[in-house]
């Protein structure tokens, strides 16, 4: 929760530049199979509903990785440009704020089959405009993610190096939220 202090610092600062400070989130998910799908799909959809968030790299082939990828292109993403132009300008409205999903499966792996993390930085270093997000993706975010962000961004806006790091709290029992609903 923010303190009636903070809460007036940002409104003092304003919110035209929260709409600004866009983060390219790029994860590398386990395999996709019963016992991690539910909770990496909750997570991966709770970040879809951030307000700083204008691209996600999904990275891996794991089982399943390829496939959810093109699922969630096809309810969040952005069409692909290739597409009949008549029909890209019949549905422009709708497109508005949808996310830039990349699928990435050629990253370098050591002997043991898991992920380099300086690669995966790399790769999103290399997809964003500003800033870059790598979070693992059984971490949920709520809205409040939005806010400290843009605090930082908003109370050191010359820093160009910078980590943020947050906590995590496990969930024992999880199960798949339903994102629809506006009090989930």
């Not at 996600?56 to 292109?73: A, F, M, N, P, S």
């Not at 843009?150 to 024992?172: A, S």
Request: charged content about 30%; proline content about 4%; some cysteine.
């Amino acid at each position: 929760m923010y303190n009636i202090k903070k809460i007036s610092f940002i409104n003092q600062i304003g919110f035209i530049n929260q709409m600004q400070n866009k983060l390219t989130f790029i994860c590398c998910p386990k395999p996709f199979v019963p016992q991690y799908k539910d909770i990496q799909n909750n997570a991966i959809l709770s970040w879809t509903k951030l307000k700083c968030i204008e691209k996600l790299i999904i990275c891996g082939k794991d089982k399943g990785v390829k496939e959810y990828t093109d699922h969630l292109k096809t309810i969040h993403g952005k069409l692909d440009r290739k597409l009949d132009r008549k029909l890209d300008r019949k549905l422009d409205r709708k497109l508005d704020g949808k996310l830039d999903i990349i699928y990435e499966p050629n990253i370098n792996i050591n002997e043991h089959g898991t992920p380099l993390v300086d690669h995966i930085f790399k790769i999103g270093a290399n997809n964003c405009k500003k800033y870059v997000c790598y979070i693992n993706a059984d971490i949920i975010l709520l809205k409040d993610f939005d806010d400290t962000f843009n605090e930082f961004i908003n109370q050191h806006p010359n820093r160009k190096d910078f980590l943020l790091v947050g906590q995590r709290w496990d969930w024992h029992k999880p199960h798949a939220i339903d994102f629809d609903n506006k009090n989930w």
